[in-house]
T-cell receptor, first 111, second 110 residues
């Protein structure tokens, strides 16, 4: 089992460009999450999907959109990247009120 | 806004010593979890303690939970250089969400 995979690992964008971060899990989990991690800020929830077919905003959703493509895949889209979105992005999945399993992260720099 | 708040922000100890990290939170919880993050990596789940539990052990880890004080502690005994990492507490919320604290950076010197 691969667990949670994320692509790409690194990305550099110019202000105004768009991109989609991909996430997939092979653990048959219902819930999936997108976080961003900034120095000194811990992890902040951007969007989550409690189950297939549903998505909800987290703490910092502005500037992002998500798609729960199927039970396995949950993508995060930046429509018009801004320097404030420079961060490390983590995807996670969970079977419920249990532990979350994290992907390796995507390091995004917006110039 | 962060629900959990770890203390201290940074901790530096010698190999073989014990490390204690604390977490305080604000609202009632169903469970509290601790995670470890090695530099540049994703978080790894360490242990989950439910609100009706007071103490839990896993290997060299001991977690306590005091719901009356809304606090938890993580004790790592006989620390090793490989324990060097950031440690986060996380509290559960609605819809299976977790809220993470800002973490404690533990450095174990050989």
């Amino acid at each position: 089992n691969a667990g949670v995979t994320q692509t790409p690992k690194f990305q550099v964008l110019k202000t105004g460009q768009s991109m989609t971060l991909q996430c997939a899990q092979d653990m048959n989990h219902n819930s999936m999450y997108w976080y961003r991690q900034d120095p000194g800020m811990g992890l902040r929830l951007i969007y989550y999907s409690a189950s297939e077919g549903t998505t909800d905003k987290g703490e910092v959703p502005n500037g992002y959109n998500v798609s729960r493509l199927n039970k396995r895949e949950f993508s995060l889209r930046l429509e018009s990247a801004a320097p404030s979105q420079t961060s490390v992005y983590f995807c996670a999945s969970s079977g419920g009120y249990n532990e979350q399993f994290f992907g390796p992260g995507t390091r995004l720099t917006v110039l | 806004s962060q629900q959990g708040e770890e203390d201290p922000q940074a901790l530096s100890i010698q190999e073989g010593e014990n490390a204690t990290m604390n977490c305080s939170y604000k609202t009632s919880i169903n469970n509290l979890q601790w995670y470890r993050q090695n530099s540049g990596r994703g978080l790894v789940h360490l242990i989950l303690i439910r609100s009706n539990e007071r103490e839990k052990h896993s290997g060299r880890l001991r977690v306590t939970l005091d719901t009356s004080k809304k606090s938890s502690s993580l004790l790592i005994t006989a620390s090793r250089a490989a324990d060097t990492a950031s440690y986060f507490c996380a509290t559960d919320g609605s819809n299976y969400k977790l809220t993470f604290g800002k973490g404690t950076l533990l450095t174990v010197n050989p």
